[in-house]
């Protein structure tokens, strides 16, 4: 029990009121990215969890968080706590004063690179904590598919973050051809769109994909990266899904849910995508990061408990196989955890191959700069030529050096920079 927890207790002990042992306050509020299976696992969670305060939550899980979490901010009727998966989002939210620092207990979780301290009148603070993550820069594939000549799988429909799938192309490449160094130069807004190590990222996209036909294109701009829907209305993946003549697809480890894990392989991306053996252990990363928007203590202990090792077992012990969560250290997989052939292979990726680890450099941008990247790639995609390109990219550093000069006058405020890190920090 926590510190916070006793104290409590204590308090409720020496009151003597009758029913002092009975919360008759409001449910604590949880906005999070996860539906379907994935919430109601993390719902499981949340109901079994016992924290020692007497608390009860209620979880609100919607694709669509941006739009719902600045709707309740407007209405000034926050969460208590969201669980986001963009550094540029929350790095805004810290700047506006809307996040609470986390309590000490919870920050020594901050691992990095998911939870970059920030600078905040001269005083290094942690705003947020990875709950769990997905490892990237890799590729899948049908078992005993050659891969000397791949032909790619794309799908970048998302609703209304369409796009992402292109980007993270984008800064897979970025990374691997140009190194960590950069890569984190370029997604923190201290290099200029038009660089040659950035335009090359693009050009070598266009040449890995290759030349597509009008119907092909439209067909991976308007299909959800999940692929298409089988006849029971469950997504099947791009690699199954029919109209889809391909035999690789570029994904991150969260879509071995669609997946048989008898059926496919997965291997790092490195080797697919023309850089330097030096860079060619370097992974880029995601996470939903869990961050404190509300005064009410109880937040602060849901988050550490939600973070802790045994919060980690209650939701991995509730989720199917398939959407079992990914955590942020290094420690590995419990030998006496059940796992599936995936999630073993990623789990050595993460822990034993990766040497690098950066965070995925769209979700690190401030949100305008994300969406326009994420649109510019939609545009590049039907389009792929030198001129539209070259439009593009000066469209993109127009909207970064404005973003930058907006920013500029803050002086008590300043940004993540490292948002790369060794696994384990």
């Not at 070259?390 to 490292?418: K, W, Y």
């Amino acid at each position: 029990m926590s510190r916070l927890a006793r104290a409590l207790l204590a308090a409720c002990l020496l009151a003597l009121v009758p029913g002092c042992g009975t919360d008759t306050r409001d449910p604590l509020v949880v906005l999070g990215p996860w539906t379907g299976e994935e919430g109601k696992a993390f719902e499981a969670a949340l109901d079994r969890l016992d924290d020692g305060t007497g608390r009860t939550y209620t979880y609100e899980g919607t694709r669509s968080l941006r739009e719902t979490l600045v709707s309740q901010l407007e209405a000034d009727d926050p969460p208590d706590v969201a669980v986001l998966n963009s550094i540029g989002e929350l790095t805004e939210y810290a700047r506006r004063d809307k996040l609470r620092p986390l309590a000490e207990e919870t920050a020594e979780r901050a691992y990095p690179p998911w939870a970059p301290t920030l600078l905040v009148d001269s005083r290094r603070l942690t705003y947020w904590v990875p709950l769990k993550i997905d490892l990237k820069s890799l590729v899948w594939s049908e078992k005993g598919t050659p891969d000397d000549h791949p032909t790619w799988c794309v799908g970048l429909a998302s609703q209304a973050t369409s796009g992402w799938p292109g980007t993270d192309w984008i800064e897979d490449l970025v990374l691997h051809q140009a190194g960590p160094a950069v890569y984190s130069e370029w997604a923190t807004g201290r290099l200029d769109w038009r660089d040659p190590a950035v335009e090359r990222a693009w050009t070598t996209w266009a040449q890995l994909l290759g030349k597509r036909s009008p119907a092909s294109v439209e067909r991976s701009l308007t299909t959800s990266f999940e692929g298409s829907s089988d006849p029971q209305g469950r997504p099947r993946g791009l690699l199954d899904s029919p109209g889809f003549d391909c035999t690789h697809e570029h994904q991150s480890a969260f879509i071995r849910y669609v997946y048989s894990g008898d059926a496919v392989t997965v291997e790092p991306s490195a080797r697919y995508l023309d850089g330097p053996s030096a860079y060619r252990d370097a992974f880029e990363v995601a996470g939903d990061m869990a961050a404190v928007f509300s005064d009410d203590p109880d937040a602060q202990e849901l988050v550490e408990r939600l973070s802790s090792p045994a919060g980690r077992e209650r939701w991995r012990a509730e989720a199917d196989p398939a959407v079992r969560p990914l955590f942020p250290d290094t420690a590995g997989l419990s030998p006496s955890a059940p796992t599936t052939p995936l999630e073993r292979e990623i789990d050595t990726l993460l822990t034993t191959r990766a040497r690098t680890l950066c965070f995925d450099a769209s979700d690190v941008m401030p949100p305008e700069l994300r969406d326009a990247f994420h649109r510019a790639v939609l545009e590049f995609f039907r389009d792929p030529t030198r001129r539209q390109l070259t439009s593009l990219l000066q469209q993109l550093e127009t909207i970064r050096t404005q973003v930058n000069a907006d920013s500029g006058t803050d002086r008590t405020f300043r940004p993540p920079e490292d948002i790369c890190a060794r696994p384990g920090g």
